[in-house]
């Protein structure tokens, strides 16, 4: 790996899964290739970069290669820690291993942060944070996914109570503040980022209460060990939601619902592709709470940490809305109502608050520069969902020249697209997709 050289045949932003192994693809390929980050994530993004030994992939070793035609990789290279195919491994020794082959490859890392992004003749010009430029014939997207909005009734609290988002330095931050005071946190939502935080809580020995609030009040299933037998049946049907729902339904009652959830996804892409826009959007509203908390389980350990804290009272999740939230003796104070409760709870202490919603839904609202500037410079639109960019089977933005866009930003042609097993795919056929557009060039 380079350091610092800059314009190239191909940059890449983000520095995350997603761009790391499409840039090492494309190097693979003998393409000059910068790949831009910030901060110290580069090869592990927002999910491996944590230290954190508690925090463990939701799913097995078994399935987490960064290669396509190479299943065992990873679980090669985490043999001589001890870890097998079936283990639930802690995230930072994935993150290991693709800084690795991050550095054993021959792309070259700017780690200055991309603040704009432009077209110009027949290249784009990538400006970094500290000034400078890059410019490159092809540019690829792989931000990752864009933080939430700010949760109105938390506006007026400063960061140091309200960490905005859990994976930066202020979530880091509130974490470590609720553990030093031993006072009650509140987390806004109860996914797996949730999750994330109650696992440090409980880590660092905490000897306050996490209380986690959502609308449903629904947490992440825990997986079970790994399976390779499950009894065949039809295929899930395309074209209807409502048909498919039915089969997963009938399906659960067949086998063990874990198991019926699962046969969907190797057919996701296709089936999400088959649904009218009306249907999309029902699942969007309707059916998407449930699916994620089926389909987004956590390792067996984790399910058992977290009933561990829950059954000692260090934990409650609760159905609910907050009605007002303030700061108060040092702290923040908050009004909950609790779901189908006419009246709200007493007034709760809480030493800090986590904003543990989840991502930006509507890409019309990222704050990021670079989707900011591509927005409001009409170069790339949002999809017909409005959660993401318009992008072709190739993951090309649709109507940009030379641009494409990886994983969450693809959400609305594929809607699963967050995942190892996904995303190393994309990666192989955009490396592919540049290679060829690249050669065309070079042949006319
Ligand atoms: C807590 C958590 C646990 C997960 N566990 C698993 C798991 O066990 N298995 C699994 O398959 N998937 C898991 N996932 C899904 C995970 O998101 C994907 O596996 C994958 O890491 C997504 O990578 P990405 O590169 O698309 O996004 P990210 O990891 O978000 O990387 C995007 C990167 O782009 C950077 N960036 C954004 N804007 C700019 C800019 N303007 N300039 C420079 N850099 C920029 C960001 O800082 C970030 O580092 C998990 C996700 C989370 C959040």
């Known amino acids: ?43 592990k993004g927002v999910a491996y970069s944590t230290e954190d030994p508690a925090h463990l992939l939701n799913i097995p070793a078994a399935k987490m290669s960064a290669w396509p035609d190479r299943p065992d990789d990873f679980v090669d290279a985490i043999a001589d820690e001890g870890f097998g195919p079936e283990d639930y491994v802690p995230r930072m020794l994935f993150g290991r291993y693709l800084r690795r082959i991050l550095d054993e490859s021959a792309v070259t890392l700017v780690e200055r942060g991309v603040v704009a992004v432009a077209r110009s003749d027949d290249a784009w010009t990538v400006q970094l944070a500290d000034g400078r430029t890059i410019k490159a014939a092809a540019l690829v997207l792989a931000l990752g996914n864009q933080p939430p909005d700010a949760l109105p009734f938390a506006l007026q609290l400063p960061e140091r109570l309200f960490a905005s988002d859990p994976w930066g330095a202020a979530g880091r931050a509130a974490i470590a503040a609720a553990v030093a005071s031993g006072g009650d946190m509140l987390v806004i939502g109860s996914g797996l980022s949730m999750v994330d ?201 649709i109507g940009a020249a030379r641009l494409w866009a990886m994983g969450s930003l693809g959400k609305g042609r594929y809607w699963e697209i967050i995942a190892v097993p996904d995303i190393r795919v994309q990666a192989e056929m955009v490396a592919d997709s540049i290679a060829r557009e690249l050669n065309d060039d070079a042949q006319s």
Not at 236 to 251: C, K, M, Q, Y
């Open 1 to 43: 790996m380079q350091k610092d050289k800059q314009d190239a045949q191909v940059a890449i932003i983000g520095a995350g899964f997603s761009g790391t192994i499409a840039a090492v693809q494309l190097a693979r390929r003998g393409i000059d290739v910068v790949l831009v980050g910030r901060g110290d994530q580069a090869g």
């Open 197 to 397: 935080v109650a696992l440090s809580l409980d880590a660092a020995g905490h000897k306050g209460k996490l209380i986690a609030l959502s609308r449903r009040g629904q947490m992440p299933r825990v997986s079970f060990p790994l399976r390779s037998e499950v009894p065949s049946s039809d295929p899930a049907p395309s074209g209807s939601l409502a048909d498919l729902w039915r089969w997963v339904r009938t399906r659960s009652t067949e086998i063990d619902w874990r198991d019926a959830v699962d046969s969907v996804r190797p057919r996701t892409h296709e089936l999400w592709r088959s649904l009218s826009e009306v249907d999309q959007r029902r699942f969007i509203r309707h059916a998407r709470p449930w699916w994620d908390i089926h389909r987004h389980r956590v390792a067996p350990q984790v399910g058992a940490t977290v009933k561990r804290m829950i059954k000692s009272g260090r934990m409650e999740v609760i159905g609910g809305r907050i009605k007002s939230l303030r700061e108060m003796y040092g702290g923040i104070e908050a009004v909950v109502r609790r779901r189908r409760a006419t009246e709200a709870d007493a007034p709760q202490q809480f030493s800090v608050g986590i904003n543990c919603t989840g991502p930006l839904h509507a890409i019309k609202h990222t704050n990021d520069g670079v989707l900011r500037s591509l927005l409001d410079a009409g170069l790339v639109e949002p999809d017909h969902l409005g959660i993401g960019l318009k992008v072709d089977d190739q993951a090309r933005v």
